[in-house]
């Protein structure tokens, strides 16, 4: 039997690891499915993680490495989690075959991916050398190349990534596709795309169909409404992020049809009151950073659950998005006589106007003017003492 | 290794193609004892028309009585049962229901109930209430339903492949990249061509050649057929649908709406498709946004809960069709030479019934061999989701594709076979299901490129100089 185990070992579930140990709890274990721990920063070879966390600017291996050594607590890795039953039941499958363990609390942390190719219905033929960046990254820092001119399609944060990637990999992209007028990313990404690696950015530009046989010999491209063929040997999807809740699903624990991670409440719990969420499996994408913070932030409430301290479930009051908003998380708030609680939330469109929470009859909770571009998170703070006798909240945009 | 370059031997038969047709065709022909070499000229087996299909083992409910392909259907029907365990070959007995949604289409019924019984299977008639029983996800305004209990959902590739690795097993010569480009026929003997390669020698050649049929027939006549291939389109939901429904849900065939066929597979995704669009491609179908989104959406409206479910992939198969529907299965017996041509929709569960007609057309016709005795007998591994799959084990080894649970030592055992070993990366998908489930390789594609880059050269390139593991 153990206090707590952690279904993942990436930024969250290292970190949650790392509070529950200082904590003094004793029974803990990270279960990673693969053959080592760090998760997705093992495979990210630039700069840019740890400053949340460590104060230092870090490559992504480098990264990893110090989540683990930090955790000091046994990481089990080579194996996989495959189910979830109420009363702390995990199903695990190990080098020993399958087991079934118990605990008084679990944490999922299974992270994120992006969407391939197929949920995007991309037409054309279906070469080899389709991938994405992840995959990509992967490759390229065990000093594999699958293809040497690829074109990139979308601009997020990770689309740059790819482009520093093949950058290691010597590989050169052709182009960075985006069908929005403008980059995703904060500018001025796409001008140092431009400049530092000689790939052009097109925006107002889609991806009509993939070209090839065997590989991948280019791809039919329409950019303000005029089409052409752009030969290249590999296509990388990038971003597109979703939660990687599998676990979450087949365990039974309804997922948000926005965030399309499980739902949790303001502690970090599921429906399932012994089963936590943290990290990017909540919503996609965040940087490493902000998973860890939520994954300390998530055991701290697993530690008040094993003093038997939160509030039961039942009392939470539900978060529903209204007009303009596409996604909130926590969608379940508890009432308390102090305290902030943090919504999270993104939007559909550009949206510009007041953000406001408000209760059953329409009454105000809370409220802040915003500017914000779609893909952007916002945050907005609750008084958890204004949230007494509440029954139902709702989040929208008024212009 | 069974896989020779010689080109000096003389065979009884030869078999142009390795799709599930030739594939049977060649388990039959050595079990029967002719020494036989299957031609192939993709870098393995199931590289044409027999790499896409719906997955489905027909009853033959609804083929054209008295035709070649309705008797070829039924027999290869009973066939694959018999033989399935003996190699560990799945069969999943889910059934079908042709299902009605308007006045128009319960008028078809009685048609379809009649020619289910020409065709000796027997339906059942379902009326709205009862097909709803058997398939509450079905959308409300469902009119009723033709229950074909045995129709079955099979694992397309792995019965092909059982079928080669038989006939390997038991003395037949696999050459792979062998395109054959011409041959001639000299005193009784054929000397066919094959791209970069000896040319190979054979008293008979059997043509499976597939989308290529009619070109390959060329060689010995100007084809009494031409193919134009049929696509078809599907989507693939993930296996978090697969719970939602169990029966086949098939279209009633005259509908003015598309119909499309909902189904389950094997390996636990929904299937949604296939389209029927004549083009003339014969190699790279593509896919098609607006198509796909069509069929997505007429699979929501068939069953609606599939709307909360993501779809995994999208892909195309190439029917081999020609001008006539039946198929094309002749012996010229002054040629030295069978044809089995326009296998077009149905080959994968006709593919045994088929290759027991060629050999008694071979038998009539050309020679009478000794049938084998002592047959042995391959066992395939299991890639069914609901039965014991390797990484259940104890000493499984690591896991590298997580999506579909493939273990590195599966992977391994497929690139290093030494039977039939992966001869291309669709090759080792098709046998062990890696980079098939929902992340496509996002989190296996690396470990996948590692583990084959030794075998399926051109895949990845090193790095050269410059570059550092961080
Ligand atoms: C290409 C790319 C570039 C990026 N660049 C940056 C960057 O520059 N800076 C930055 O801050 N962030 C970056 N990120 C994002 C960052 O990597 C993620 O935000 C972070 O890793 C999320 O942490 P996590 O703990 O939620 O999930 P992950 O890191 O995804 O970890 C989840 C872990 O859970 C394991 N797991 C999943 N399911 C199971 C199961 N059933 N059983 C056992 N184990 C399981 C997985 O194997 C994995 O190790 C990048 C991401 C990508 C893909
Ligand atoms: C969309 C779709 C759905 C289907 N659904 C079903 C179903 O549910 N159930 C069912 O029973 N059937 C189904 N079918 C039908 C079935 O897939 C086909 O009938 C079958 O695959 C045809 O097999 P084949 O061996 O004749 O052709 P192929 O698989 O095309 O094999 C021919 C082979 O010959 C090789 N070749 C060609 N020319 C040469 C040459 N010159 N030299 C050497 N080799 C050569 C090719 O590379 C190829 O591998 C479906 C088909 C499609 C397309």
């Known amino acids: 039997m153990y206090d707590v185990l952690i279904v993942g070992a990436g930024p969250a579930g290292l970190s949650a690891a790392r509070v529950l140990k200082r904590a003094g709890v004793e029974k803990i274990a990270v279960l990673e499915r693969t053959r080592e721990p760090g998760g997705l920063p093992r495979y990210c070879g630039h700069l840019g993680f740890g400053m949340l966390d460590f104060g230092r600017m870090w490559k992504g291996p480098r990264y990893a490495r110090a989540l683990t050594e930090a955790a000091g607590v046994p990481i089990l890795t080579d194996t996989t989690v495959t189910g979830i039953e109420p009363g702390g039941v995990v199903h695990v499958s190990t080098e020993r075959g399958l087991e079934t363990w118990r605990a008084r609390a679990i944490l999922l942390a299974t992270g994120t991916r992006e969407t391939p190719r197929g949920p995007r219905l991309v037409s054309g033929t279906r070469p080899w050398g389709v991938t994405t960046t992840g995959a990509f990254q992967e490759m390229v820092m065990k000093g594999l190349r699958p293809f040497q001119n690829p074109v990139i399609i979308g601009s997020e944060l990770v689309s740059f990534s790819a482009l520093m990637t093949a950058r290691h990999g010597q590989v050169k992209p052709v182009a960075m596709i985006e069908e929005n007028a403008r980059i995703t990313a904060r500018r001025p990404a796409d001008v140092l795309a431009a400049m530092v690696y000689g790939t052009p950015v097109l925006l107002n530009t889609r991806l009509v169909s993939i070209l090839g046989g065997e590989r991948v010999e280019g791809v039919d491209i329409e950019q303000d409404g005029e089409r052409r063929t752009l030969a290249c040997d590999g296509v990388v999807f990038t971003g597109k992020f979703v939660p990687d809740a599998i676990l979450a699903r087949t365990s039974g624990l309804p997922l948000d049809s926005g965030t399309r991670g499980p739902t949790i409440d303001s502690t970090f719990r599921t429906q399932d009151p012994q089963v936590f969420a943290a990290g990017n499996v909540l919503r996609a994408v965040e940087h490493s950073g902000q998973a860890a913070l939520e994954g300390r932030a998530a055991a701290r409430m697993i530690l008040r659950a094993l003093e038997g301290r939160l509030p039961d479930l039942v009392s939470a009051v539900p978060v529903t998005c209204g007009e303009g908003v596409a996604s909130v998380w926590p969608q379940r708030l508890y009432a308390a006589p102090r305290g902030r609680i943090v919504l999270h939330a993104r939007m559909e469109t550009l949206q510009r106007g007041v953000l406001r929470l408000s209760d059953q009859e329409g009454r105000a909770v809370a409220q802040r003017h915003i500017h914000v571009l779609p893909e952007r998170r916002v945050e907005l703070r609750v008084s958890a003492a204004a949230l007494a006798g509440m029954s139902q909240l709702r989040l929208e945009v008024e212009k | ?470």
């Open chain 2, 1 to 470: 290794m069974t896989e020779t370059m010689a080109g000096d031997s003389l065979y009884d038969i030869a078999i142009i193609g390795g799709g599930v047709v030739g594939c049977a065709v060649f388990r039959a022909c050595v079990l029967a004892g002719a020494r036989t070499v299957l031609l192939e000229k993709g870098g393995d087996l199931l590289e044409g028309a027999s790499k896409a299909n719906s997955a489905i083992l027909h009853t033959g409910f609804d083929a054209t009585p008295d035709t070649l392909e309705a008797a070829c259907v039924q027999r290869g029907y009973a066939l694959y049962r018999d033989i399935c365990a003996d190699m560990n070959l799945s069969v999943v007995k889910s059934g079908a229901m042709v299902v009605a949604w308007t006045e128009d289409d319960l008028a078809q019924f009685p048609k379809i109930i009649e020619k289910a019984a020409r065709n000796g299977v027997t339906v059942r008639r379902l009326d709205a209430r009862e097909a709803r029983e058997r398939e509450p996800a079905l959308a409300g305004d469902v009119r009723g339903a033709v229950l074909v209990e045995g129709e079955h959902l099979i694992d397309p590739w792995s019965a092909p492949m059982a079928y080669a690795r038989q006939a390997i097993l038991n003395g037949g010569t696999l050459m792979r990249r062998a395109r054959v480009e011409g041959g001639v026929r000299q005193e009784g003997v054929w000397r066919l061509d094959i791209a970069g390669k000896p040319a190979v020698q054979a008293r008979t050649v059997i043509n499976c050649a597939g989308n290529y049929g009619d070109l390959v027939e060329a060689i010995v006549r100007p084809s009494p057929f031409q193919i134009t291939p049929r696509k078809g389109q599907f989507v693939v939901f993930d296996k978090t649908a697969h719970d939602l429904f169990r029966t086949i849900i098939l279209p009633v065939p005259t509908t003015l709406t598309k119909g499309v066929v909902v189904t389950r597979t094997v390996f636990g995704n929904v299937l949604v498709g296939p389209t029927a669009e004549p083009q003339q491609e014969r190699e790279f179908p593509t896919v098609d946004h607006d198509n796909l989104e069509a069929l997505r959406k007429a699979a929501f409206r068939i069953i609606p809960a599939l709307r909360e479910h993501d779809v995994t992939t999208t892909y195309a198969g190439l029917r081999p069709a020609t001008q006539f529907s039946d198929y094309q299965i002749e012996a010229l017996k002054n040629e030295g030479w069978i044809t089995v041509g326009g296998i077009r929709s149905t080959g994968l569960t006709g593919a045994l019934g088929i290759a027991e007609h060629v050999v008694t057309l071979y038998r009539d016709s050309f020679a009478d061999p000794a049938p084998l005795k002592d047959v042995a007998l391959p066992q395939m591994p299991n890639l069914v989701e609901e039965l014991p799959r390797q990484w259940m084990q104890p000493q499984r080894g690591p896991i590298a594709c997580h999506c579909e649970r493939v273990t590195e030592r599966e992977i391994e055992a497929a690139l290093k076979d030494e039977v039939l070993p992966a001869g291309t990366l669709g090759g080792l998908r098709r046998r062990t299901r890696c980079m098939m489930g929902r992340c496509q390789g996002f989190y296996c594609t690396r470990r996948v490129m590692e583990l084959a880059e030794a075998h399926l050269p051109g895949l990845v390139t090193p790095i050269g100089e410059g570059h550092r593991d961080v």
